[in-house]
């Protein structure tokens, strides 16, 4: 099995930043794409922001463009999501995940098929 672990959550001000972290495997990052998804509460879960695998791609959701960027350290197997501007809306529980694509079709490595999850880490934007 492929554990995933995130942290950095937290309680953070309108217009700040928070640094969000999540614990992987060599394993992982050889063999899977990772994304980071978000759910608030009484909605559905949403995706944030991935990065491909061999290239390093990345994708993001219209929401979060210009104010987060997802980024990858293989020699820590770790993956970041850097948060700036937060606004109240950004108020989640934020997942990360090891993700796939069997068939081929995907436009974005967001749309690929979800293979293991993250407990989660709570992000709160409140003055």
């Known amino acids: 099995q492929v554990q995933l672990v995130e942290s950095g959550g937290g309680l953070v001000q309108p217009g700040g930043s928070l640094r969000l972290s999540c614990a992987a495997s060599?394993?992982?990052?050889?063999?899977?794409?990772i994304g980071w998804f978000r759910q608030a509460p009484g909605k559905e879960r949403e995706g944030v922001s991935c990065i491909d695998r061999d290239d390093g791609s990345t994708y993001y959701a219209d929401s979060v463009k210009g104010r987060f960027t997802i980024s990858r350290d293989n020699a820590k197997s770790m993956i970041y999501l850097q948060m700036h501007s937060l606004k109240p809306e950004d108020t989640a529980v934020y997942h990360c995940?090891?993700?796939?694509?069997?068939?081929?079709?995907?436009?974005?490595?967001?749309?690929?098929?979800?293979?293991?999850w993250g407990t989660g880490t709570l992000v709160t934007v409140s003055s």
């Open positions: 995940a090891t993700l796939w694509d069997p068939v081929g079709s995907a436009r974005n490595c967001l749309e690929y098929g979800r293979h293991q």
């Open positions: 060599e394993f992982a990052l050889s063999n899977y794409a």
